[in-house]
């Protein structure tokens, strides 16, 4: 019987455990699942012979270590400033890691001791990063393979709503962790665009998006994401002129999270006091010449009419009530995420959207040839959500694919190369996660 331990049962944990679990039996696997609430571990894992839902503080450093020691493979889908905690105890126990999140600083400082022990540390395994840079390397090496040289590489990704329930001014509702949805973006972005270096700040990010053709969706909204030219030399394109990665939205949600951004809405650093504060009253916070009205101070500042989408947007989450917020002392992100979790919320039958592309213009034969390969993944409520099932199934192929010591890989990685893309792609499309290819 092999251990698996999982810390975190939160949205995009759904798929995982119902793979890990589907899988046991046949595979001889027992799953332990650890998080600070134990109804939510139970109400994903069941009744199942196979699974132990576990109650932990994970900053418990003896509880946690105890539970990695019990254990064949780790799994975390723990917020991202956690997982340093998670990866110091595996190395301690000598266990392999997996998890959906980026590779940060700290844990590249364990890189000589992760490759000493002989383990496997494999991050950036789900969806963004994770599919992506699986599907993108299958390509580029194919191209390479037949003789291609690569030019332009662009690579988009979204999670969104379902066009069946579409239904409020922001063409969204969340699907994964709110919190990340409220600071996206705000460190900028950088990406390299016919031989220039770009540099974009977070105030320019949603300020000037543009839009890309999905077959069967229609125009889509990006803006770049984070860091791109650190992947120019993980997927061996150092000399492109162009290499983008760019986040997908819905065009509306650009704008109006654009306005968000210039009121200050979204700054995470100073905290204030809501007990007596209106809503209306921290909208306008910023803004230092008032004009009328609360909408009309608003529309004035952000040079839109009091009628525009803009402000029907606003006025959709409350930004506009004289109801007192009431949340104690809060920096502004918190109250925005209190926000977005309440009127942006998933209802029941809500149905979300995973998108993907990638661009790639190359030349063979003389011949310039621009490719597109594209993923649509659909949900099926608000729990089984294309979101889980494109961050969870990845983790749990990979698993299996280490407990059958079908990989023999150690280090600090990421999932770029053939014998890792190739079994965790072909099993993907048995879940109905599958790319169509267009050439010009």
């Known amino acids: 019987m092999k251990n698996i331990l999982l810390f975190g049962a939160g949205k995009s944990a759904t798929s995982l455990i119902d793979y890990l679990l589907t899988n046991a039996p ?25 699974a132990t839902p576990t109650a932990l503080d994970i900053k418990d450093h003896a509880a946690r270590l105890q539970l990695i020691r019990e254990t064949d493979l780790v799994i975390s889908l723990l917020p991202a400033s956690l997982h340093i905690l998670v990866a110091k105890d595996c190395l301690e126990a000598k266990k392999n890691l997996l998890t959906a999140s980026y590779i940060d600083p700290e844990v590249r400082k364990l890189q000589p001791e992760i490759e000493k022990a002989g383990l496997l540390f494999m991050y950036e ?20 393979k037949k003789g291609g040289q690569i030019f332009s ?8 709503i379902s066009p069946d329930s579409n239904d409020n001014p922001w063409q969204y509702k969340v699907s994964w962790n709110a919190r990340n949805i409220v600071l996206a973006g705000s460190s900028g972005a950088t990406y390299k665009e016919k031989g220039k270096v770009k540099e974009v700040t977070y ?3 949603f300020d000037h ?19 791109s030219l650190g992947y120019m030399e993980v997927y061996k394109l150092e000399e492109l002129a162009t290499f983008m990665r760019a986040t997908l939205r819905f065009p509306d949600f650009c704008e109006g999270w654009n306005a968000l951004v210039k009121l ?5 650093t100073t905290k204030i006091v809501t007990d007596q504060l209106t809503w209306a009253q921290w909208t306008t916070n910023r803004i230092t010449e008032q004009a009328g009205t609360p909408e009309e101070s608003i529309a004035q500042y952000l040079s839109v009419s009091t009628k525009s989408k803009v402000l029907r947007q606003l006025k959709f989450m409350g930004l506009l009530s004289t109801d007192v917020i009431n949340l104690g002392e809060q920096t502004n992100a918190d109250i925005l995420q209190f926000l977005v979790e309440n009127k942006l919320k998933m209802e029941p039958a809500d149905k979300d959207m995973i998108v993907m592309m990638h661009e790639i213009e190359f030349e063979r034969r003389n011949m310039a040839t621009r490719m597109h390969s594209y993923m649509i993944a659909q949900g099926e409520d608000n729990i089984h959500t294309a979101m889980a099932k494109t961050v969870g199934l990845p983790l749990g192929i990979m698993a299996k694919l280490i407990l059958q010591e079908k990989v023999t890989l150690t280090g600090l990685q990421i999932p770029v190369m053939p014998e890792i893309y190739n079994p965790v792609l072909k099993e993907l499309e048995e879940y109905d996660i599958r790319f169509e290819e267009s050439f010009e």
Request: aromatic share 8%.
């Open 26 to 50: 046949r595979q001889k696997w027992h799953v332990t699942v650890a998080d600070h609430d134990l109804s939510l571990i139970k109400s994903k894992t069941g009744k199942s012979y196979y």
């Open 264 to 268: 200050g809405l979204t700054e995470d």
């Open 203 to 205: 105030e320019q990010l």
């Open 153 to 160: 590489f662009k690579s988009y990704c979204g999670g969104l």
């Open 125 to 144: 395994m789900g969806l963004d990063p994770g599919i992506d840079h699986m599907s993108a390397m299958k390509l580029i090496h194919s191209i390479e």
């Open 209 to 227: 998006t543009k839009t890309i053709q999905v077959p069967g969706l229609g125009k889509l909204a990006f803006y770049p994401n984070r860091d």
